[in-house]
Nanobody, 123 residues
Framework: EVRLVESGGALVQTGGSLRLSCETS????????IGWFRQAPGKQHEGVSS????????YYGDSVKGRFTISKDGAKNTVYLEMNSLKAEDTAVYYC????????????????WGHGTLVIVSS
């Protein structure tokens, strides 16, 4: 059974930091890119960041470049999203997703999604 389980969402003040985790199981982690999407209230899903486990390529959406960092722990089949300098507009449900293959610019939804974790940035 494929599982992607997000954790780490919380209420945080503007300018603060959070680290999200995505624990995966049920597929060969090394063959997939893992990414983060987010959906803010009333808005469409937005691709935030991805990391390819096969070639190491990394993608960041323009709205998070310089503030968010994606990383992975292959031994734990887990991907992390370090979020710094958080803004109110970062408030959203953050979803972890997996896509077979290499570099992923997140223009499609990939193969599997988790259930999401809520991040609220408040002043």
């Amino acid at each position: 059974e494929v599982r992607l389980v997000e954790s780490g969402g919380a209420l945080v003040q503007t300018g603060g930091s959070l680290r999200l985790s995505c624990e995966t199981s049920g597929f060969n982690f090394d063959d997939y890119a893992i990414g983060w999407f987010r959906q803010a209230p009333g808005k469409q899903h937005e691709g935030v960041s991805s990391i390819s486990n096969s070639d190491g390529s990394i993608y960041y959406g323009d709205s998070v470049k310089g503030r968010f960092t994606i990383s992975k722990d292959g031994a734990k089949n887990t991907v992390y999203l370090e979020m710094n300098s958080l803004k109110a507009e970062d408030t959203a449900v953050y979803y972890c997703a997996a896509k077979y293959g290499g570099s992923w610019r997140m223009r499609d939804r990939g193969d599997w999604w988790g259930h999401g974790t809520l991040v609220i940035v408040s002043s």
